[in-house]
């Protein structure tokens, strides 16, 4: 049984990738330090971070908008990263696209599961 958001699986895989996006980021030209390396960390930061308030909120509808959220933080994520790819910035070895996808589909998940119970 989920006690906190810190029992959730979706919340340490997004915690485990907000290390990962530090480390990447960190290799960045300078000249990116403050612009797509920081809108990065900032869009990495934002899912567990939606994830733990939305899990803190009264009802299950409060819960699901923020996992909404935390999913749009993904896909602008994602796309961020293919931008830094073709910028050069990092490259297929980083994997750093798997986990995102991981996250993607815990996220969708779970909301499935709570408007299934909330529809109950």
């Known amino acids: 049984m989920v006690k906190t958001h810190k029992d959730l699986d979706v919340w340490k895989e997004s915690i485990q990738l907000v290390k990962d996006i530090y480390r990447l980021t960190s290799h960045f030209p300078k000249e990116e330090m403050y612009n797509l390396a920081s809108q990065i960390r900032k869009s990495a930061i934002s899912i567990p971070s939606n ?10 509808k409060e819960f699901i908008n923020f996992l ?34 991981k996250i993607k589909s815990q996220l969708l998940g779970l909301i499935r599961h709570l408007e299934k119970k909330n529809a109950q």
């Open 51 to 60: 994830i733990a308030e939305g899990a803190a909120r009264k009802s299950k």
């Open 68 to 101: 909404y959220i935390a999913l749009g933080s993904c896909v602008e994520l994602d796309t961020q990263l293919i931008i830094s790819k073709e910028l050069g910035f990092i490259t297929d070895e980083h994997n750093i696209f798997e986990p995102i996808e």
